[in-house]
């Protein structure tokens, strides 16, 4: 067979006819399939992958780009998010919430609960189906949802009063807290994320609080004003112990190597509103907890 073999890159209407043909894929970077184009069936143009509307050529479609289009196809936008932004009618920062997620002080047992919250599913009596009661479990006569639990419920105002003293201390100024915003989102009244620790105080606190909520649906376990305020300090010092230790424990093992021991001028910052974390030895001093007036 001689002659320039045809380009199968581009249909025609009238390919169907033609298919003996010596046929080409255009694309040089790829060994094209050489042959009558019967047999170089398919064609290289024309296809889709997944719902994807992007119209490809075989010869591109690799496993790179299939992974590119299956991870738009699961990455879609939560329904949260349209949902909460309803509910305060406003847009929220959905970029910057997400991105917050993670502080050095808190574990993923401690975001869990913040994580549902984001995405409406910590469980209310509005929302569950077997509840016999949509009010809230507090009894304060409201409308159990997801925002009355943790921004609203005035039977739990205690716990926000509490958790601002804390925020006080770590560097958040009063006017910056925002009676929703920051107890939901951790964001402050110009809907800015609050500094990382505070984030972390906050997760621990909301974490504590749906303990105790769930304890008291489930068992029947009343309320304890105090021993909630204790759980909360509790399990942030204790976070913070644990993560001195494992800093402490991180420049023991590399002080006596070439391993670089030092740490970075941004973790450095972002421990600053609870005291100053050493650069070299990792050693964090707390500042005075008689600023904390609890
Ligand atoms: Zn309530």
Not at 197 to 207: G, T, W
């Amino acid at each position: 067979m001689i002659g320039t073999p045809y380009d199968t890159s581009e249909w025609e209407d009238d390919d169907w006819q033609l298919t003996d043909r010596a046929a080409i894929w255009h694309d040089p970077s790829h060994y094209p399939i050489r042959g009558i184009e019967s047999t170089t069936y398919p064609q290289d143009q024309g296809w889709k992958m997944g719902k994807s509307e992007e119209v490809l050529k075989l010869s591109k479609c690799t496993i790179s780009k299939a992974t590119q289009i299956l991870q738009i196809k699961h990455t879609q936008e939560p329904n949260c998010q349209l949902i909460w932004n309803e509910i305060l009618g406003i847009a929220l920062p959905w970029e910057v919430i997400w991105k917050m997620l993670g502080t050095p002080l808190t574990n993923p047992r401690d975001e869990e609960a913040f994580y549902k919250l984001l995405h409406r599913k910590l469980n209310t009596r509005t929302k569950d189906s077997r509840s016999k009661t949509k009010k809230c479990r507090m009894k304060c006569g409201c409308l159990e949802t997801q925002l009355h639990l943790v921004a609203e419920c005035p039977k739990l105002n205690f716990y926000r009063q509490y958790a601002t003293k804390f925020l006080k201390a770590l560097g958040v100024e009063e006017d910056e807290i925002h009676a929703i915003y920051t107890w939901t989102f951790n964001l402050n009244t110009e809907l800015k994320p609050v500094n990382k620790i505070a984030q972390a105080f906050l997760r621990i606190a909301l974490r504590t609080v749906y303990r105790h909520l769930t304890k008291l649906e489930i068992n029947g376990s009343p309320i304890n004003k105090k021993r909630i305020k204790r759980d909360i300090a509790n399990d942030f010092m204790s976070r913070i112990l644990a993560f001195q230790l494992y800093r402490r424990n991180y420049y023991l093992d590399k002080v006596n190597t070439n391993i670089p021991i030092h740490r970075s001028k941004s973790e450095v910052a972002k421990l600053s509103p609870l005291g100053e974390l050493d650069i070299v030895t990792g050693h964090l001093t707390i500042r005075p907890l008689s600023l904390i007036h609890i």
